[in-house]
């Protein structure tokens, strides 16, 4: 179980990346243009959108799930039938 009271030495390596980072973008020697956000957005905005379509392989993991459930679900009922006919002929 994760323990939080540890230090998280990836955070503390983050939190000084991002202070290095705000001291560089505030000093001259870093110049953003003025239409940087709107350059990187437009391209982002420019490209596809990511749809999943379900694969064959997608719809044959499905269906194994779904049949492994119900045999499984024929196993109990045989596994508590069993149990009981043990039960009752005692």
Do not use: C
């Not at 119900?70 to 596994?79: D, E, I, K, R, S």
Request: no cysteine; proline share 3%; aromatic share 8%.
């Amino acid at each position: 179980m994760w323990n939080k009271s540890l230090p998280n030495h990836q955070d503390d390596q983050d939190n000084e990346d991002d202070l290095a980072l705000d001291r560089l973008l505030q000093s001259d020697l870093l110049q953003v243009p003025d239409n940087f956000s709107q350059r990187v957005m437009s391209a982002v905005y420019q490209q596809p959108a990511l749809t999943k379509r379900a694969t064959l392989w997608d719809k044959v993991q499905w269906l194994t799930v779904v049949g492994t459930g119900l045999l499984g679900t024929v196993q109990l009922a045989g596994f508590i039938f069993g149990i009981w006919a043990a039960g009752s002929a005692a």
